[in-house]
Nanobody
Framework: QVQLVESGGGLVQAGGSLRLSCAAS????????MGWFRQAPGKEREFVAA????????YYIDSVKGRFTISRDNAKNTVYLQMNSLKPEDTAVYYC??????????????????????WGQGTQVIVSS
């Protein structure tokens, strides 16, 4: 059974940092692009960041550029999202996802949710002002 399990969420003050992890099991994702999405209360799920299968390419939405960093450790089958300088508007449930149908060595191509095939259950991030 393929699973993506996120961890690392929590409550943090504005300006603080969190590191989210997404551990995969049941399948090796070392050849698959990975991404992070988030969904705030009352809003649609939105793309946050993606990383190519090689780790060479990354892509972010404008609102997190310079603050968030996506990375991966293929040996551990894990992808990370380092979030610095957090703002209240970053409050959301964060989901990781894996794309397996199409596996280009790209990140920008995977900025749409439709490109992903496996999703985690999410981890809550709350940023207080």
């Amino acid at each position: 059974q393929v699973q993506l399990v996120e961890s690392g969420g929590g409550l943090v003050q504005a300006g603080g940092s969190l590191r989210l992890s997404c551990a995969a099991s049941g399948r090796t994702f070392s050849n698959d692009p990975m991404g992070w999405f988030r969904q705030a209360p009352g809003k649609e799920r939105e793309f946050v960041a993606a990383i190519s299968w090689s780790g060479t390419y990354t892509y972010y939405i404008d609102s997190v550029k310079g603050r968030f960093t996506i990375s991966r450790d293929n040996a551990k089958n894990t992808v990370y999202l380092q979030m610095n300088s957090l703002k209240p508007e970053d409050t959301a449930v964060y989901y990781c996802a894996a794309a397996v149908r199409e596996t280009f060595d790209s990140a920008i191509y995977y900025s749409r949710a439709q490109k992903y095939d496996y999703w985690g259950q999410g981890t809550q991030v709350i940023v207080s002002s």
